[in-house]
């Protein structure tokens, strides 16, 4: 469900490691190797909100309908049929070939396929676009993003090249410019840490900074599989508020830069997940404001 300026992942575990879910109108991209759950990600994501009345448009290069219905049938999502049978969830499959200039041709389908504005929006993958390498065709890739932040929250599916540790100049170019990257691999051993997901990048909001297990379970999909110790180290310590009122009260007798000053203080006590105590840090910055405030005074 998309609401208060996120949109759940679906994604079992994962929207506490991303301060809540994807953020409103940015571009998501789920990154990986074949066969580590990319697909498997964005049917997630977009059945978790057609299942709380949202609606979804997926847009897939690869698969046909029909691939996608036997697919989300194969994990128990059997209820795919509903959605698209009663026009919730539309699927388009486009071919690369016929984009002539990916920019105009991929945001023009996405707005005139959207009928609400609660709509997923998913492109899997965005495969055939980052081949152009051109400046030219880069410019047009930052006008695809641009255009499709404009008409929704989106998950788009990249695919990682063989040789995972070089990064080609095609697919590197969306990663620079996505709010989010996530990145999922599968080393094949079978062992606790075989599968792992980490979120490279959440632009403009706190997350995990971890490697995290996760599996895929029939009937469920993704599932991670963090510690305590992982999850604790995301969550906001209450038990240093003394000292962040403290430090605001110290800021009272700085007029204006005060003001601020407090509400900077306060979001910093809202996202301290340190255990440490923020004393140090607070007399730091107090008393760099401090010599900005006397200059201007």
Request: aromatic share 8%; with cysteine; proline share 3%.
């Amino acid at each position: 469900m998309i609401k208060q300026g996120r949109a759940s992942t679906g994604i079992y575990g994962l929207d506490d490691l991303l301060g809540g879910g994807f953020r409103e109108n940015t571009i998501n991209i789920v990154r990986g190797g074949t066969g580590v759950g990319k697909t498997t990600f964005a049917l997630q994501y977009s059945l978790f909100g057609l299942n709380r009345g949202d609606k979804a448009l997926y847009i897939s290069f690869e698969m046909s309908e029909e691939q996608i219905i036997r697919d989300c049938n194969d994990i128990g999502w059997v209820e795919i049929l509903y959605h698209i049978k009663h026009g919730n969830l539309k699927i388009i499959q486009l071919f690369g070939e016929d984009l002539t200039f990916p920019s105009l041709d991929l945001a023009e389908i996405v707005r005139t396929s959207l009928s609400a504005s609660n709509t997923r929006i998913v492109i899997d993958p965005l495969t055939y676009p980052t081949f152009y390498s051109e400046k030219e065709k880069r410019k047009s890739l930052s006008t695809i993003f641009q255009e499709l932040r404009k008409l929704g929250t989106i998950v788009i599916v990249l695919e990682e090249p063989a040789d995972s540790n070089h990064v080609a100049e095609g697919s590197a170019m969306p990663l620079y410019l996505a709010d989010t990257v996530i990145h999922l691999q599968n080393l094949g051993f079978g062992e606790m840490y075989d599968r792992t997901i980490r979120i490279m990048k959440h632009r403009g909001s706190k997350h995990g900074d971890s490697l995290y297990p996760y599996s895929i379970e029939t009937g469920f999909g993704i599932v991670l599989r963090p510690s305590e110790k992982q999850m604790d180290r995301v969550k906001p310590k209450t038990k240093f508020d003394n000292v962040f009122k403290e430090a605001i009260r110290k800021t009272k007798s700085m007029g204006n830069v005060g003001e601020l000053l407090s509400a900077r203080i306060d979001a910093l006590r809202k996202n301290w997940t340190h255990d440490d105590n923020p004393s140090h840090v607070l007399d730091l910055i107090l008393e760099e404001e401090k010599k900005g405030h006397a200059k201007n005074t």
